[in-house]
């Protein structure tokens, strides 16, 4: 029996931070006629990283959000974890990726770091035209550039409140 979708997707998304840990959690509900409703839920938890021996642990506060854009959304932890979730925009889950960062430099206005993968899923629905996807332990970076932050690994942007009032990040 095949379904018409008529109502689309609501999505909620939410993230948290809790001592070394960046946490994103998302909720995707589909109406599917009157007849049928499929709920997902989302949630990724990177472990902290283990604290530097004598260093003065890194500044990641250019990186802190909120981030987010159309039907996307970005955590970054004080200790560096990068949490992204993507949607395409309608109904299907594109990716979740965590990154740990590393070597933060500049100021929020234009701030870059390098990133390492720490866990990458693509869903099924993820376009195969797009870009490939990482794998674990590959090396990026990720920019913040006058309220634009961007990571190598997708070129996906995220906005801060400014830049998502005046719709630079999509609707």
Same mark, same amino acid.
């Given at each position: 029996?095949?379904?018409?979708?008529? #109502?689309? !997707? *609501?999505?909620?998304?939410?993230?948290?931070?809790?001592?070394?840990?960046?946490?994103?959690?998302?909720?995707?509900?589909?109406? #599917?006629?009157?007849?049928?409703?499929?709920?997902?839920? !989302?949630?990724?938890?990177?472990?902290? $990283?283990?604290? #530097?021996?004598?260093? @003065? #642990?890194?500044?990641? @506060?250019?990186?802190?959000?909120?981030?987010?854009? /159309?039907?996307?959304?970005?955590?970054?932890?004080?200790?560096?974890?990068?949490?992204?979730? +993507?949607?395409?925009?309608?109904?299907?889950?594109?990716?979740? *990726? !965590?990154?740990?960062? =590393?070597?933060?430099?500049?100021? &929020?206005?234009?701030?870059?770091?390098?990133?390492? !993968?720490? =866990? +990458? %899923? +693509?869903? $099924?629905?993820? $376009? &195969? @035209?797009?870009? &490939?996807? $990482? %794998?674990?332990?590959?090396?990026?970076?990720?920019?913040? &550039? %006058?309220?634009?932050?961007?990571?190598?690994?997708? %070129?996906?942007?995220?906005?801060?409140? /400014?830049?998502?009032?005046?719709?630079?990040?999509?609707?």
């Amino acid at each position: 029996m095949s379904l018409l979708l008529l #109502a689309g !997707v *609501l999505t909620a998304c939410s993230s948290s931070t809790t001592t070394g840990q960046a946490v994103l959690t998302r909720t995707a509900t589909v109406h #599917a006629t009157v007849t049928a409703t499929a709920v997902r839920t !989302v949630t990724v938890t990177a472990p902290a $990283p283990k604290p #530097a021996s004598s260093a @003065s #642990a890194p500044d990641f @506060s250019a990186f802190l959000g909120p981030w987010s854009g /159309h039907t996307r959304q970005l955590a970054v932890s004080p200790a560096g974890v990068v949490t992204e979730a +993507v949607s395409d925009g309608c109904c299907s889950f594109q990716y979740d *990726l !965590v990154l740990q960062l =590393s070597n933060p430099s500049g100021p &929020k206005a234009d701030a870059r770091a390098d990133a390492v !993968v720490l =866990s +990458v %899923n +693509v869903f $099924p629905d993820y $376009p &195969k @035209s797009a870009p &490939k996807p $990482p %794998n674990l332990g590959d090396k990026g970076s990720v920019s913040v &550039k %006058n309220g634009v932050f961007t990571d190598s690994f997708f %070129n996906t942007t995220f906005c801060d409140d /400014h830049q998502s009032s005046i719709g630079t990040c999509g609707a």
